[in-house]
């Protein structure tokens, strides 16, 4: 069973910055897309950033001009560089990747055990 694992969470100031990444633990095949999402406390999760596999992005009203998806579906690997961090983006992060754990089998919707991103004075 694949698993996706995440890392680069923690406490920053506002106005810092964070990296975060998530690899899955096997292959993944047919991906499509990949993306990060969070859920602050009280509030439902939502969708941060996605990218396809052919490299279109697609982000957040609240997170555009600040944040920087990435990804590299060969390693089912994605990355959210986290720029201007503001306190409003205090939440746990969870990434995401659809795709197959075989070339021509079902997909699935695989998710990280999530990372929390604190961003406080």
């Known amino acids: 069973q694949v698993h996706l694992v995440e890392s680069g969470g923690g406490l920053v100031q506002p106005g810092g910055s964070l990296r975060l990444s998530c690899a899955a633990s096997?292959?993944?095949?047919?991906?499509?897309?990949m993306g990060w999402y969070r859920q602050a406390p009280g509030k439902e999760r939502e969708l941060v950033a996605t990218?396809?596999?052919?490299?279109?992005?697609n982000y957040a009203d609240s997170v555009k001009g600040r944040f920087t998806i990435s990804g590299d579906n060969a390693k089912a690997t994605v990355y959210l560089q986290m720029n201007s961090l503001k306190p409003e983006d205090t939440a746990v992060y969870y990434c995401?990747?659809?795709?197959?754990?075989?070339?021509?089998?079902?997909?699935?919707?695989?998710w990280g055990q999530g990372t929390r991103v604190t961003v406080s004075s």
């Open positions: 990218v396809t596999s052919g490299g279109t992005t």
């Open positions: 995401n990747i659809a795709g197959s754990p075989t070339a021509w089998g079902t997909r699935y919707n695989y």
């Open positions: 096997g292959s993944i095949f047919r991906i499509n897309p």
